[in-house]
T-cell receptor, first 112, second 118 residues
Framework: AQSVTQLGSHVSVSEGALVLLRCNYS??????LFWYVQYPNQGLQLLLK??????LVKGINGFEAEFKKSETSFHLTKPSAHMSDAAEYFC??????????FGTGTRLAVRP | GAGVSQSPRYKVAKRGQDVALRCDPI?????LFWYQQALGQGPEFLTY????????KSGLPSDRFFAERPEGSVSTLKIQRTQQEDSAVYLC????????????????FGPGTRLTVL
């Protein structure tokens, strides 16, 4: 079975600090991986996706993620947090039939 | 162009009532997905369509849940005899490509319908 694990349901960082949100996956086939962000009362917005073209993926708003097969990880990072980054972040794996399997999410708080 | 829209945005139902949730996908998008997001959880797959064909409904939690997309565009998720455990946000997503294609196609999500069953 395919699954996604996000370590840390809540992460708090200071404005300007590094953001690191962790995602590990389990998949029997080469995975397609995604990071989505969800602001309050809004739908999910795609930040970036891994499609096997390059292991380091750059996304919107200064975020990037690195696919590490040996560690079955796809952690999301941003060098310097901004207040507007406060939101919930979901890692997702595309499984059979193109449906997405999501992690339980990480809520990011940014302290001034 | 316009994104995925869903209506209503909020729905309160008494236990036992039937509800219908609407999704308008991005024009021209072939694939349409429904997900259920319980409070504090990630979205969970319910069902998906390729045009008007429902290719997978394995995530529907019970036979009280029914989805349709009769003309390959707008989709409706219907829940009969609602129960308190049905309270959740229902998300709709659409993507341009055929299911089972390259696999890299992006799903675009609507804002969701928050269903509260009293």
């Amino acid at each position: 079975a395919q699954s996604v694990t996000q370590l840390g349901s809540h992460v708090s960082v200071s404005e300007g600090a590094l953001v690191l949100l962790r995602c590990n996956y389990s998949s029997s086939v080469p995975p397609y991986l995604f990071w989505y962000v969800q602001y309050p009362n809004q739908g999910l917005q795609l930040l970036l996706k891994y499609t096997s073209a390059a292991t380091l993926v750059k996304g919107i708003n200064g975020f990037e993620a690195e696919f590490k097969k040996s560690e079955t990880s796809f952690h999301l990072t941003k060098p310097s947090a901004h207040m507007s980054d406060a939101a919930e972040y979901f890692c997702a794996l595309k499984s059979s039939g193109d449906k997405l399997t999501f992690g339980t999410g990480t809520r990011l708080a940014v302290r001034p | 162009g316009a994104g995925v829209s869903q209506s209503p945005r909020y729905k309160v139902a008494k236990r036992g009532q039937d509800v219908a949730l609407r999704c308008d996908p991005i024009s021209g998008h072939v694939s349409l997905f429904w997900y259920q997001q319980a409070l504090g959880q990630g979205p969970e797959f319910l069902t998906y369509f390729q045009n008007e064909a429902q290719l997978d409904k394995s995530g529907l939690p019970s036979d009280r849940f029914f989805a349709e997309r009769p003309e390959g565009s707008v989709s409706t998720l219907k829940i009969q005899r609602t129960q308190q455990e049905d309270s959740a946000v229902y998300l709709c997503a659409s993507s341009l490509a055929v299911v089972g294609g390259s696999g890299t196609d992006t799903q675009y999500f609507g804002p969701g319908t928050r269903l509260t069953v009293l």
